[in-house]
């Protein structure tokens, strides 16, 4: 079975700096996806990022980056600039066929002022 | 386009009740997931509907059900609620492919006392 380790519980960052959250995952395929989705206070789960992983380049979404390494299994976002906004608990998802998504533990992101 | 749709928000149901749940996706999409989030077990997948069919199920015992209706709605039923059944449910509505992007509702706090 498919598994996604956060291996980060807590991060902090201050307002305009850079912070990257890890991410890593097994799997024995070779095309799936990959996601990054954030929960803020509100609780509504808003999609970050997508990686499609037979596409060697790098998803990028404003401000929001992943660095992908398919052979270590990796799957790392990287959030620049960072904005209090940003503030929530983010977590990445793993998704092979259907619409199934295996969901890591989360890691809460804290942006300092 | 409206978004993604759960009723009730809020629940408090006594354990041996049960209860339905209620989805309304995006307009268009045929794909309703269900997840269950606890902080003991994070997120689960329950299960995907797709055209009325189940395309894909969780590990979860019997007593948790669902269904989808010709206009792509879904509901989730739970049976003999029990403590650990207290959760925050959430949706997840697609269009097909397996790059779909599925987007989530605001969930509905389940409380059993």
């Known amino acids: 079975a498919q598994t996604v380790t956060q291996s980060q519980p807590e991060m902090s960052v201050q307002e305009a700096e850079t912070v990257t959250l890890s991410c890593t995952y097994d799997?024995?395929?070779?095309?799936?996806?990959l996601f990054w989705y954030k929960q803020p206070p509100s609780r509504q789960m808003i999609l970050v990022i997508r990686?499609?992983?037979?596409?060697?380049q790098n998803a990028t979404e404003n401000r929001f980056s992943v660095n992908f390494q398919k052979a270590a299994k990796s799957f790392s976002l990287k959030i620049s600039d960072s904005q209090l906004g940003d503030a929530a608990m983010y977590f990445c998802?793993?998704?092979?066929?259907?619409?199934?998504?295996?969901f890591g533990a989360g890691t809460i992101l804290r942006v300092k002022s | 386009k409206a978004g993604v749709t759960q009723t009730p928000r809020y629940l408090i149901k006594t354990r041996g009740q049960q209860v339905t749940l209620s989805c309304s996706p995006i307009?268009?999409?045929?794909?309703v997931s269900w997840y269950q989030q606890t902080p003991g077990q994070g997120l689960q997948f329950l299960f995907e509907?797709?055209?009325?069919?189940?395309?894909n199920k969780g590990n979860f015992p019997g007593r948790f059900s669902g269904r989808q209706f010709s206009n792509s709605r879904s509901e989730m039923n739970v049976s003999t609620l029990e403590l650990g059944d207290s959760a925050l449910y959430l949706c997840?509505?697609?269009?097909?492919?397996?790059?779909?992007?599925?987007?989530f509702g605001p969930g509905t706090r389940l409380t059993v006392l």
């Open positions: 997840a509505s697609s269009s097909d492919g397996p790059g779909a992007k599925q987007f």
């Open positions: 799997t024995s395929e070779s095309d799936y996806y």
């Open positions: 990686q499609e992983a037979y596409k060697q």
């Open positions: 998802a793993y998704r092979k066929g259907g619409n199934k998504l295996v």
């Open positions: 307009s268009g999409h045929r794909s």
């Open positions: 509907y797709f055209s009325e069919t189940q395309r």
